[in-house]
């Protein structure tokens, strides 16, 4: 029992970054209908620009900021040169841009930064917390990362909620040209989902590379993680993205403890395949209304 204490304690904090990666995607598809794949590359490439910050500066926090922003700019980035000149096409012609895009950043960085594996430090102790006289799997970074992902949920919860913005993104994304004829400029819109998006994607990869090594493909299998719990909590729901992106995490942990780590990836998009069979929308999406 304790065994399996451990590993869904190890699986809550990877959980809750792959859920972090899933909600970059949701929030690209609320706003511009698109699905990102793009997104881990971007997370990559923004990572490294906050790890040279944190190496010249020192601090994790800073380091943080410089993510932040260069996140965001480089969400405008692709939307401006990439996403725009191709939004009048079919969306399997957006899919293939990303899919360019992951490449063309995944190159780019392996020129600037190499291929070698870097560590990124964390900001607080990443060792086993003892409690009652045992090492517990659990340390005070990754009660930082349940925090801050908690906070970024409810953020963009009330943002796409309780907001005249939030909803100007959901209108832009869901018909762009009722939005313009009601005032939205849906352009801008669409760039500020991308930059948010940027944003929340570059938090995720901040998050991650202290627990792990950095390099241009490190991020490339939580691709697959995320979409799945993007997939199966639905596209369009903030909060599926969350409770399926911890619940990979643990299915994780779980498969990775009692089985074998290969076997993880190939249970993950089992899970993907039943969700695409039995609910399309996934567990948390709407399903689509008939007007009569």
Do not use: C, H
Not at 58 to 76: E, M, N, P, Q, T
Not at 132 to 152: E, F, H, N, Q
Not at 190 to 213: N, R
Request: charged share 10%; no cysteine.
């Amino acid at each position: 029992m304790t065994t399996f204490i451990d590993y869904l304690l190890g699986g809550f904090s990877s959980g809750a970054v792959i859920a972090l990666f899933a909600l970059a995607l949701v929030l690209v598809w609320r706003s511009t209908r698109i699905v990102n794949f793009a997104q881990v590359g971007q997370a990559m490439f923004t990572t490294f620009i906050a790890l040279i910050v944190q190496q010249a500066t020192g601090s994790w926090f800073l380091a943080l900021l410089a993510g932040l922003v260069a996140g965001a700019i480089l969400g405008l980035i692709v939307y401006a040169l990439v996403l725009r000149p191709v939004q009048r096409l079919d969306t399997s012609g957006s899919i293939i841009a990303t899919f360019g895009v992951l490449i063309s950043l995944q190159a780019l960085a392996a020129m600037i930064w190499g291929g070698e594996p870097q560590s990124f430090p964390p900001p607080v102790a990443n060792d086993g917390l003892e409690i009652g006289g045992r090492i517990w799997p659990i340390s005070w970074y990754d009660v930082l990362v349940y925090v801050v992902t908690a906070v970024l949920v409810v953020a963009l919860t009330l943002l796409f909620t309780r907001t005249s913005l939030g909803l100007s993104m959901r209108a832009s994304a869901f018909n762009p040209e009722v939005a313009k004829l009601s005032g939205i400029r849906v352009n801008r819109m669409l760039a500020f989902g991308w930059a948010l998006a940027g944003v929340v994607g570059a938090v995720a990869g901040v998050l991650i590379a202290p627990t792990a090594s950095l390099s241009p493909n490190s991020f490339d299998i939580l691709l697959i993680f995320a979409f799945t719990a993007a997939v199966v909590g639905g596209l369009d729901s903030l909060i599926g993205a969350v409770a399926f992106g911890v619940g990979t995490g643990l299915v994780l942990a779980l498969v990775t403890g009692y089985g074998e780590a290969g076997d993880a990836p190939i249970v993950v998009l089992i899970l993907l395949a039943i969700t695409l069979v039995v609910r399309p929308g996934g567990a948390f999406g709407r399903g689509k209304s008939r007007a009569v």
